[in-house]
């Protein structure tokens, strides 16, 4: 027993003989530790950059119709002679450079009704009356709840598009409707539709 408890003893004073002669460990800076966090964190905002997809443009993948898309800004009036020269090339629509200023056909009365808090630009659109030949775009603005009553448009089908860019109540809005009869026709433009309430 006295053997074991001997033998025992040496082990730890040669232990502790051999820790008092070793090389003192190094403590960690704690600079270097912060350095080595940011560039791991440059190097993973690096990595997900890269890995973002690059914004490439897709084929188009509707069939194109003649009603020409709506636009942020306001469109300009065509000049006299662009509304009355006819156009020669069968890949244009004719409408898109006429002015719907009374055109040919049966009268009605058309009102748009800005319901919106802010001043809105409305783009009309009528499609080509078939045996009139009535078509062509209009522009016009409206303030904060207000409307404006037409009474030299004709009957026929209209597409509208109304946007505003006002910080306090940015929109774009769109709808259609035909009109058959000469009763008063309303358009109410709201900042989710435009809708046409019949007479």
């Given amino acids: 027993m006295k053997q074991h408890t001997l033998s025992t003893l040496l082990i730890v ?4 003989l051999s820790a008092c002669g070793a090389e003192p460990v190094p403590t960690v800076n704690a600079a270097d530790v912060q350095h080595t966090a940011e560039a791991a964190a440059f190097t993973m905002v690096a990595q997900t950059q890269a890995a973002i997809p690059t914004a490439t443009p897709l084929p188009p993948t509707e069939t194109p119709t003649q009603t020409p898309a709506v636009t942020d800004t306001p469109l300009a009036s065509p000049t006299l002679a662009a509304t009355q020269a006819p156009t020669t090339d069968p890949n244009v629509d ?3 450079t006429r002015v719907l200023s009374a055109p040919p056909g049966r009268d009605t009365i058309i009102r748009i009704v800005n319901e919106t808090r802010v001043r809105i630009t409305v783009s009309v659109y009528l499609n080509e009356t078939a045996g009139q030949g009535a078509c ?3 522009s016009l603005e409206l303030g904060k709840n207000s409307d404006t009553v037409r009474t030299d448009w004709v009957q026929g ?4 598009w109304a946007w ?4 306090h109540g940015r929109f774009r809005s769109s709808g259609s409707g035909c009109i058959n009869n000469p ?12 809708k046409l309430a019949s007479p």
């Fill in 157 to 160: 089908c209209y597409n509208l």
């Fill in 183 to 194: 009763d008063k026709w309303t358009f109410i433009v709201s900042e989710g539709s435009i």
């Fill in 164 to 167: 505003s860019d006002d910080p």
């Fill in 13 to 16: 004073i040669v232990f502790i």
């Fill in 94 to 96: 004719p409408c898109s």
């Fill in 136 to 138: 062509g775009w209009a």
